[in-house]
């Protein structure tokens, strides 16, 4: 009998070949728009929970608010905030900061500009990008090693393992060499911190005089905090005011200059704040586009249905011979459903 509904479903296509395009086609570009739709909304929804820390995981932002139109918002932080906060909060477990910034990497006689990023050494601990080759907790050394991601490896090495290998990077008006200590898998695309080189944050302090490193008006980087668990970020968030006031005394008054947080999993959606080294979305494109995916579904099946009622007319005399030859009503259902369903298997 399945053979049969099969027949008799491929000698329908054969025989109303505009009607069988039509109807099939539309299904199938309703599908398939729908899915890839939904594929790119899943993306946007799913930025950095593949961290396993992602529930504790934050990212420090200002608010400066200094009356009428001297308001300053911004996810850059200055230099003393992650040392300072892990030192007055025992509820945080590490901190770590992002600098990027863009310079000459050398090896041998060619020159490439690259975007360096130096972070902590709890980077690692923190975040879960899939360190290869390396040290998790201890992956820089020494001041002058560098992780590398594999695809900008193979930039630079080839098939060689870079381990132990050098680059000169430039700072300022000298060139330093970086020895390769470490090598990172592809991280996946949804993430809110990308890089493909990473050097130990102490350059920071050889690079930038003192006083940026003491500076609260100067915002240079991204400031990250993993917390305990069973830790409240908003308790630690009603504490930082008191921490601010001793840090900054009578330069400024209360209210005035305010540390926040914010959940990492909600940076690459939240466009009220600005962006940070990388840029975010806008949650209302995912939301429109989900509504649209659904209503192409839902034409396409519309269409699909309204084309196959319309055309059942014509075979009231096939239906008829079969009831004479003694078909019943089930096996009629299932003659049409399953031509329905099988069609598409012969597009």
């Known amino acids: ?160 393992d870079p381990i132990d290998k050098t680059l000169q990077l430039v700072f300022g008006e000298e060139k330093m060499p970086f020895t390769v200590v470490g090598l990172v898998d592809q991280y996946p695309a949804e993430s809110s911190i990308r890089f493909d080189m990473l050097i130990p944050f102490a350059n920071f302090y050889n690079t930038f005089p003192e006083r940026v490193n003491q500076a609260w008006f100067s915002v240079f980087l991204e400031t990250f905090i993993l917390l305990k668990e069973g830790t409240s970020a908003e308790a630690l968030a009603q504490k930082i005011p008191t921490m601010v006031q001793q840090q900054l005394g009578e330069r400024v008054e209360a209210g005035q200059y305010n540390i926040n947080l914010q959940p990492l999993t909600e940076i690459h959606l939240d466009n009220e704040l600005p962006a940070g080294n990388e840029p975010v979305s806008n949650p209302m494109y995912a939301r429109v586009l989900s509504i649209i995916g659904i209503l192409i579904l839902l034409i396409a099946c519309i269409n699909f249905v309204t084309l196959s009622i319309g055309r059942s007319t014509t075979r009231n005399l096939e239906v008829g011979i079969r009831k004479v030859l003694g078909a019943e009503r089930s096996q009629l259902i299932r003659q049409f459903w399953g031509e329905a369903f099988y069609s598409p298997l012969f597009r």
Not at 20 to 30: C, E, K, R, Y
Not at 88 to 93: D, N, S, V
Not at 97 to 115: C, G, H, L, M, Q
């Open 1 to 160: 009998m399945f053979k049969n509904y099969l027949k008799i479903a491929f000698r329908q296509l054969i025989r109303h070949k505009g009607y069988s395009a039509i109807n099939i086609l539309g299904l199938a570009v309703g599908v398939t728009s729908c899915i890839l739709i939904m594929l790119f909304v899943k993306s946007e929804w799913s930025y950095d929970h593949f961290h396993s820390k992602a529930d504790r995981l934050y990212r420090v932002w200002l608010n400066e608010d200094y009356g009428g139109d001297q308001i300053f918002i911004n996810t850059l932080t200055p230099v003393p905030t992650a040392p300072v906060m892990s030192e007055a909060f025992p509820e945080i477990e590490a901190t770590s900061r992002v600098y990027k910034f863009n310079t000459a990497v050398s090896i041998s006689d060619d020159e490439f500009n690259e975007n360096i990023h130096m972070v902590d050494s709890a980077f690692f601990q923190m975040f879960d990008f899939p360190l290869a080759q390396g040290n998790i907790h201890k992956p820089f050394p020494n001041q002058h090693s560098i992780i590398l991601t594999k695809t900008i490896a193979e930039k630079y090495f080839g098939n060689s």
